[in-house]
Nanobody, 119 residues
Framework: QVQLVESGGGLVQAGGSLRLSCAASGSIFRINVMDWYRQTPGNQRELVARITSGGSTRYAESVKGRFTISRDNAKNTVYLQMNSLKPEDTCVYYC?????????????WGQGTQVTVSS
């Protein structure tokens, strides 16, 4: 069983910064994909940023140039550095990981962390 634990959310003023972390624990051979999603009430979860095992990254247009995703493979942890935050970034942020266990891939989600940006 794999568990993801998120941390780093909170309240920040517009223009400020936050850093989210998501650490995985359990019987992990390799984490192939690490994502950050976000969701507001009544809306679908949207992909904010992705980083692959090879280090390739991908961002939603709305966060390009402001957010940076990174990973520490030794710690099985993914980070999201969020700068120049805007009120419209207010959401619950979820990490998602695609984990290779033996020869199969499994998808796991974190519990979510609230980010609130005040104007």
């Amino acid at each position: 069983q794999v568990q993801l634990v998120e941390s780093g959310g909170g309240l920040v003023q517009a223009g400020g910064s936050l850093r989210l972390s998501c650490a995985a624990s359990g019987s992990i051979f390799r984490i192939n994909v690490m994502d950050w999603y976000r969701q507001t009430p009544g809306n679908q979860r949207e992909l904010v940023a992705r980083i692959t095992s090879g280090g390739s990254t991908r961002y939603a247009e709305s966060v390009k140039g402001r957010f940076t995703i990174s990973r520490d493979n030794a710690k099985n942890t993914v980070y999201l550095q969020m700068n120049s935050l805007k009120p419209e970034d207010t959401c619950v942020y979820y990490c998602r990981m695609v984990v290779l266990i033996r020869t199969n891939e499994y998808t796991y989600w974190g519990q979510g962390t609230q980010v609130t940006v005040s104007s």
